[in-house]
């Protein structure tokens, strides 16, 4: 695991300044403490830093083929590469490690842009071919590992994080407007845009290549949900799919260096937990976390339980509100993107406690999406169902919906009533939004007049309605896991995943995206993830066995952190303080009766606490990234 970096000058005969490449390898030394290298001629630079996982010794990147006419840096782990090295050892292949970097360059080689088909496993990383003057910038299938790039007439230059690109005067840093709307329409940003003019993602399961004057972004992988079990028994299914997560385990159990688990309390990570246990004679160490305070949910009993039924060393820690509110600016300067993820700030404290123990976290990462965990895919399927029972009825059956989801007991539910009236296909944008939201329907109450004339909420939704698009022949679970697994996925539990546990140089693993075990969750029948009201029904049944029930049976939660709370009591004044201050308002985003109203319907019952923090991280973003030099390092560092 380890930061990126580089440019390419279009014009040969121009050179890259070395200081730069250093300078941009430097801010992001988190993501590798150690080690750095560079690879510099001409009009190209390659930067690299190193949180050394594999092959300790020899691993030390940028790395080159034979005769030095190719170049890597990368970031990420192949877990096939053994396999890779031995056809291209066949095939005439010299090595001068044993690193999976090294394995890359030569299949390159053989293969050209082709060779990212080949890798198993989550991977950012920039080739340099000088023989052809090419550049290859490439990312993993499902966007596990992130890399974001500038581009004009006159360069590309690319890094793991996007503060590494500020650091270059020569890319501007300037807002882009409107993808304000779309993060607080979602809570997060899918799609290529940031929130920096100019400044893009790649997306998962693409790659970018510069030859000969031309800049392409190809697409080489697309998560297909089609039948492929024809035949087969839900037991079969249940057996093969256990065959596939052991195999999932076993190689994402590769490393030179200690191992450990996080452990939420849930089945995913229980699950991974005891594959683990079969694969290793060595001690595997667990770390989860919970919150000071009463009235919280607590997930450490569960992951105890865990620990205890499969024997880890177990490790926890607590953290308070003044904790969740320490960490808020760095929270912002390590994201980078502004993201409603008030779990992130409980991953940062429970990967700094791992960090004194091991380098490399294993996480469940991934179940919900690829077997339908959510609950919001259960409501919504048998809401989609009720409809097209009383359908008929138009009107009247509506209103027989909405009454009873106004019922005694259905106090949940309510939430759905807005959804009565409307199509399946004007509604679901991820399971984070709706147009229904908050932000999207009272947009016009909050935002200023001169913001409202730069919003255009078809724009605002066009990542995940294209995609919604594309899964239009699918069922209805099957379009909301599509939407979900290539927006979601990736634009929000991933980047948390990845930049929030770089922030202490800990290397996370999510065994369940890999996408060999996507693909066969995709192609199975729906009413094998979602059984009547049974979530995850395939995945809970093959571990049934295995799992100590307690946690098997237990409702979802997630990672309960109480940041509601927080914002309403202990946390208010500073709530209040950064949104409604001179420099938020003098923005021009929002009017302060709209944010004084939000602000306090929240407080007095009605839960806006997503929204309310959204606002909060969109002005500590603004305050990093705009109004202090950001690049020069982490708030507090």
Same mark, same amino acid.
């Given at each position: 695991m380890c930061g990126i970096c580089g440019k390419f000058l279009f014009d040969e005969n121009r050179s890259v300044d070395e200081r730069l490449l250093w300078a941009m390898a430097d801010v992001m030394r988190h993501r590798g403490p150690d080690d750095e290298g560079f690879y510099i001629s001409g009009s190209v630079g390659l930067g690299h830093r190193r949180l050394s996982i594999i092959d300790l010794n020899t691993g030390k990147q940028p790395i080159c083929n034979e005769d030095g006419t190719v170049w890597i840096v990368f970031n990420g782990e192949i877990y096939n590469y053994r396999e890779i090295r031995k056809q291209l050892v066949q095939k005439g292949h010299a090595f001068a490690s044993q690193t999976d970097t090294e394995v890359i360059i030569h299949a390159y080689e053989e293969y050209g842009e082709d060779c990212v088909t080949r890798l198993r496993g989550m991977f950012a990383f920039a080739i340099w071919d000088d023989r052809s003057k090419t550049l290859l910038l490439a990312r993993d299938r499902v966007g596990i590992k992130p890399v974001y790039y500038f581009l004009d007439e006159d360069q590309l230059v690319f890094a793991s994080e996007i503060k590494a690109i500020l650091k270059d005067a020569s890319v501007p840093r300037e807002i882009d407007l409107p993808?304000?709307?779309?993060? $607080?329409?979602?809570?997060?940003?899918?799609?290529?845009?940031?929130?920096?003019?100019?400044? !893009? #993602?790649?997306?998962p399961g693409q790659y970018l290549i510069v030859r000969r004057g031309k800049v392409e972004i190809k697409s080489y992988w697309d998560l297909v949900f089609a039948p492929c079990a024809a035949g087969r028994t839900f037991d079969e299914s249940k057996d093969e799919l256990l065959d596939r997560l052991r195999e999932a385990v076993e190689i994402h159990m590769i490393s030179d260096v200690p191992v450990g688990f996080l452990l939420s309390g849930g089945v995913d990570s229980t699950a991974l937990l005891s594959l683990a246990i079969q694969q290793t004679n060595k001690d595997i160490s667990t770390f989860t976390l919970g919150f000071s305070g009463e009235g919280f949910a607590d997930e450490?009993?569960?992951?105890?339980?865990?620990?205890?039924?499969?024997? &880890? #060393?177990?490790?926890?820690? %607590?953290?308070?509100?003044?904790?969740?509110? +320490?960490?808020?600016?760095?929270?912002?300067?390590?994201?980078e993107e502004p993201v409603c993820e008030p779990p992130a700030v409980a991953l940062y404290y429970v990967s700094k406690l791992a960090s004194q123990y091991v380098k490399v976290l294993i996480s469940g990462e991934g179940g919900d999406e690829a077997f339908a965990g959510y609950p919001n895919y259960r409501s919504m399927v048998w809401l989609e169902r009720l409809k097209r029972v009383i359908g008929p009825l138009k009107g009247a059956g509506a209103g027989v919906i909405e009454t009873l989801l106004r019922a005694p007991g259905f106090g949940r539910l309510r939430k759905f009533i807005p959804l009565v009236r409307a199509p399946f296909e004007d509604y679901y944008l991820s399971r984070t939004s709706s147009p229904f939201l908050f932000f999207n329907c009272q947009y016009p109450s909050?935002?200023? =007049?001169?913001? @409202?004339? @730069?919003?255009?909420?078809? +724009?605002?939704?066009?990542? &995940?309605?294209?995609?919604?698009?594309?899964?239009?022949?699918?069922?209805?679970?099957?379009?909301? $896991?599509? *939407?979900? %697994?290539?927006?979601? $996925?990736? +634009?929000?539990?991933?980047?948390?995943?990845? =930049?929030?546990?770089?922030?202490n140089s800990v290397e996370l693993r999510v065994p369940l995206l890999d996408h060999e075990v996507l693909e066969f969750a995709a192609c199975?029948?729906?009413?094998?993830?979602?059984?009547?009201?049974?979530?995850?029904?395939?995945? #809970?049944?093959?571990?049934?066995? *295995?799992?100590?029930?307690?946690? @098997?049976? !237990?409702? =979802?939660?997630?990672?309960?952190?109480?940041?509601g709370v927080w914002m309403r009591k202990e946390l208010r004044s500073l709530v209040e303080d950064t949104l409604l201050s001179r420099s938020a308002l003098d923005r021009g985003y929002f009017t302060k009766q709209g944010l004084e109203k939000l602000i306090s319907a929240n407080l007095n019952g009605r839960d806006h606490s997503k929204e309310v923090f959204s606002l909060l991280v969109l002005e500590l973003w603004h305050r990093e990234f705009i109004d202090r030099d950001a690049a020069a390092g982490a708030p507090g560092a």
């Open positions: 993808i304000v709307d779309r993060f $607080l329409t979602y809570f997060y940003l899918p799609g290529n845009e940031t929130l920096f003019k100019g400044i !893009r #993602k790649l997306g450490r009993p569960y992951a105890r339980l865990a620990a205890k039924a499969f024997g &880890t #060393k177990h490790y926890d820690l %607590t953290i308070s509100s003044g904790d969740f509110a +320490d960490f808020l600016p760095k929270y912002v300067w390590h994201m909050i935002y200023t =007049k001169e913001f @409202l004339d @730069l919003v255009c909420k078809e +724009d605002s939704c066009r990542p &995940t309605t294209r995609l919604a698009e594309a899964a239009c022949a699918c069922g209805l679970l099957d379009r909301m $896991l599509y *939407v979900d %697994t290539m927006s979601w $996925l990736p +634009d929000d539990l991933l980047v948390k995943a990845d =930049k929030i546990t770089m922030a199975l029948p729906s009413s094998y993830k979602l059984h009547g009201i049974t979530t995850k029904y395939i995945l #809970k049944t093959a571990f049934r066995k *295995v799992v100590p029930h307690e946690i @098997l049976d !237990r409702k =979802k939660t997630g990672f309960p952190v109480p940041y």
